[in-house]
C-alpha cells in the first residue's frame, strides 16, 4: 500500500510555510510583536482587567539562529513596558526625619490660678479667650503652678506673651524671666570698690553686669579677690566665657563661670582639702596661748589655758560620751548589689577608655570631667571621695613644685606685691 498519493506531493519554495519560520522567530520580529501586543492592551480600557480565572500566557521562546546568517549582526531592539506609573513624592508631603523646634514660654499668676481653670477642658476655653490666634501645640500647669505653653515658632511664641488680656485667669499673668547667668572674676584687686555707683555703672555699660558681690571669707570677714558678678544678657555672656577675660578700664581681669558641680571637701578647722570639720585631724592638737589669755576653771578651781585638754576632768568626760556614742551608734548594713554595682564599674571602664585623652587632661589638670563620670555611674558619694583625692593630689603637686604655676593666655599684674 502506497501512502504517497493519499498524502499530496511534499510543498515546495515559497509556497511551503515551514521555510518561512526562521523569519517568523527572528527577535526583530518578536520584539515588534510584543511592543503592538503592549499597545493594543494600552488603547484597549477592557484589557485592563485581569481575570483570575485565566492563566496569563506564557512569552514566546525565542530560539537561536544560525550564527552565519548576516541577520544576525543586527542588534535586538527591547522595548520596556512603562504602562504601570511609578509612585512619585511630592514636595508638599513633610519628611518623617525632619524634627520640629519647639518653643516654651512660661507664665505666673499675679496671685493664684483659680481651681476651676486647670482642667483640661477648662483650661483650653480659657486660652482659647485670651489667644485666639495663637497656635498652641501643648499647654499645662505645672507642678510650681506655672503656666506652660508650648508653640512651634518663635514669632507665635511672642505674640502669646504680647496677647494675654489684663483678666487672663482671673488676676492676670506674668511671663517667667529666664535666670540670670553668673560668673566670676579672678585676680580682682582689693582697692576696686564693687559698691561704688560709677564702677557699678562702667561695668553695665561695657559689659552689662546688673549686679555684682565680692566674697568674703567665712571665718574671718576677710575680702578676697573673688567677685560673682550677674549678667542677663546672654550674648555677652558667652562673650565673656568664651575670651576669659573683661577689660575694666587698661586693666585686663580674668573671668570664669560661675560653676555649681561637685566640689572637693574643705575643711573650715585647718583649711586643707580632702576632709571636714567633723573628721579634721588637727582637732586634738594643742595651740599654745599666752598667760594672758589663761582663764580659772570653775569646777576645779585651778588655772590653765583655753586650749588645754589635759585636764583629767575633761578626759573623763570626753571618754564618757565617747562611750555613750558608740553604744547608741548602731552598724548600717547598706544594701548592695553587687551586680548593679559590677556593672557600674563596667560602664565607668567603658566610659573611660572611649574617652581616654580626656579623662587623662582631667586627672592631670581639672578633674570636673572624671568626677562626672564617676558621678554619672556611680553616684555623687564616689563622685565626691574621687574629687577629694584628686583635688589632695594636685595641690600636694602644686606645694611641692618650686616654680609656680603662669597664666600662658592672659598676664595679669598683681598690684598687691607692689604695697
Known amino acids: 500500500m502506497s501512502t504517497s ?20 522567530m527572528h527577535p526583530a520580529f518578536i520584539a515588534y510583536f510584543n511592543a503592538m501586543n503592549q499597545l493594543a492592551q494600552q488603547n484597549e480600557p477592557s484589557q485592563k482587567l485581569v481575570n483570575p480565572s485565566k492563566a496569563p500566557q506564557p512569552q514566546p521562546l525565542i530560539p537561536e539562529i544560525n550564527q552565519n546568517s548576516p541577520q544576525d549582526q543586527q542588534p535586538r531592539k527591547r522595548t520596556r513596558n512603562n504602562s504601570q506609573a511609578k509612585p512619585c513624592t511630592t514636595s508638599d508631603e513633610p519628611s518623617q526625619n525632619n524634627s520640629k523646634q519647639n518653643f516654651i514660654v512660661k507664665f505666673t499668676s499675679k ?5 476651676q481653670l486647670k482642667g483640661y477642658l477648662s483650661l483650653d476655653r480659657e486660652l482659647k479667650r485670651c489667644l485666639p490666634h495663637c497656635t498652641i501645640i501643648n499647654a499645662y500647669i505645672n507642678k510650681r503652678n506655672e503656666l506652660v505653653i508650648k508653640s512651634n515658632s518663635e514669632e507665635n511664641t511672642e505674640l502669646i506673651k504680647s496677647t494675654f488680656p489684663n483678666d487672663a485667669f482671673v488676676h492676670g499673668v506674668d511671663a517667667v524671666r529666664n535666670k540670670e547667668p553668673k560668673f566670676y572674676l579672678l585676680n580682682f584687686s582689693l582697692d ?3 559698691t561704688d555707683s560709677c564702677n557699678l555703672y562702667e561695668l553695665q555699660t561695657r559689659h552689662d553686669i546688673t549686679k555684682a558681690l ?9 575680702p578676697l579677690k573673688t567677685i560673682k558678678a550677674l549678667i542677663n544678657n546672654r550674648e555677652s555672656f558667652e562673650k565673656i566665657v568664651k575670651a576669659g577675660k573683661i577689660q575694666i578700664g587698661s586693666t585686663i581681669v580674668k573671668a570664669r563661670p560661675w560653676k555649681f558641680d561637685i566640689q572637693a ?4 578647722h585647718c583649711q586643707k582639702i580632702g576632709h571636714m570639720k567633723s573628721n579634721c585631724p588637727h582637732l586634738d592638737e594643742i595651740q599654745l596661748v599666752s598667760d594672758a589669755e589663761a582663764t580659772t576653771h570653775m569646777s576645779i578651781g585651778t588655772t590653765h589655758h583655753v586650749a588645754d585638754n589635759a585636764l583629767p576632768s575633761f578626759k573623763k568626760l570626753t571618754e564618757k560620751r565617747y562611750k555613750s556614742n558608740r553604744k547608741q551608734a548602731k552598724p548600717s548594713n547598706p544594701n548592695v548589689h553587687l551586680e548593679n554595682f559590677a556593672k557600674s564599674m563596667l560602664n565607668l571602664l567603658i566610659d573611660t ?3 581616654f585623652n580626656q579623662v587623662t587632661e582631667s586627672i592631670e589638670e581639672n578633674p570636673q570631667f572624671f568626677v562626672n563620670l564617676v558621678n554619672k555611674n556611680l553616684g555623687p558619694n564616689y563622685a565626691k571621695f574621687v574629687m577629694n583625692k584628686l583635688v589632695a593630689e594636685q595641690q600636694e603637686n602644686h606645694n611641692m613644685s618650686s616654680n609656680s604655676d603662669e597664666d600662658k593666655d592672659i598676664e595679669f599684674d598683681s598690684n598687691d ?3
Open 214 to 222: 565680692r566674697i568674703v571669707k567665712k571665718s574671718t570677714k576677710e
Open 5 to 24: 498519493n493519499s498524502m499530496g506531493p511534499p510543498l515546495q519554495g515559497a509556497c511551503n510555510p515551514w521555510n518561512q519560520l526562521p523569519n517568523m
Open 353 to 355: 577608655i572611649k574617652l
Open 111 to 115: 496671685k493664684q490660678f483659680p481651681p
Open 265 to 268: 571637701d574643705q575643711c573650715f
Open 417 to 419: 606685691d607692689e604695697q
Open 192 to 194: 576696686f570698690d564693687i
